[in-house]
């Protein structure tokens, strides 16, 4: 019985944030869900900012849901994605994207300044889709510049929780 608990003790800070994306969901509050979402992946990628965005295929836009760092990345901002290999990959391909280092975040993001300067030098971009629709991303830039497969499986599990607050944020119709 003491082995059992003593191997429970790391999964303390994973039930908790389980806890606080369940709750949010049992209270239809999409924007805690996707703070607590950040929160449980930041126990794992020790990302320094997380990004959540609508996708509007109509426009070929991604339009900022929530944001970690509201100043330098506030909700509302949006980015044209048309023509670009990144909104390929990730939007229309459906494909995860991982940016390690500067030259990746360089060549991908018109943005680059800006994530240079907040000290970021890694990304990684999750589609989040349901029945063959991409609905929008999970991002999450860290200062580190290389990115771990385990890093990735966490990011796609976030992108995953966060399927019922893109389905409760959708725009009406």
């Keep these: 019985m003491t ?7 790391p999964l303390k ?8 994306i369940a709750q949010a969901y049992a209270a239809a509050d999409a924007q805690a869900a996707l703070q607590a979402i950040d929160a449980y992946a930041r126990a794992w990628l020790a990302h320094a900012l997380c990004t959540v965005n609508r996708y509007d295929a109509q426009a070929m836009r991604v339009v900022r849901l929530y944001s970690s ?17 990144w909104g390929r990959h990730v939007l229309l391909e459906q494909q995860v994207f991982v940016g390690e280092g500067e030259d990746a975040i360089r060549e991908f993001f018109n943005d680059h300044d800006a994530i240079r300067d907040l000290g970021l ?5 999750v589609p989040v889709v349901h029945g063959g629709v991409c609905l929008g991303t999970v991002n999450f830039l860290m200062p580190r510049a290389q990115v771990s497969d385990a890093d990735v499986h966490i990011a796609r599990l976030a992108g995953l929780l966060a399927l019922p607050a893109f389905q409760a944020l959708r725009p009406p119709q």
């Excluded at 760092?69 to 290999?85: C, I, L, W």
């Excluded at 030098?121 to 971009?125: E, G, K, L």
């Design 13 to 20: 800070p994973a039930l908790a944030g389980i806890e606080a």
């Design 69 to 85: 760092n509201p100043e330098a990345y506030p909700p509302g901002g949006s980015k044209d994605k048309t023509g670009t290999p």
């Design 121 to 125: 030098r890694s990304v990684i971009n």
């Design 3 to 9: 082995a059992t608990l003593s191997a429970a003790q």
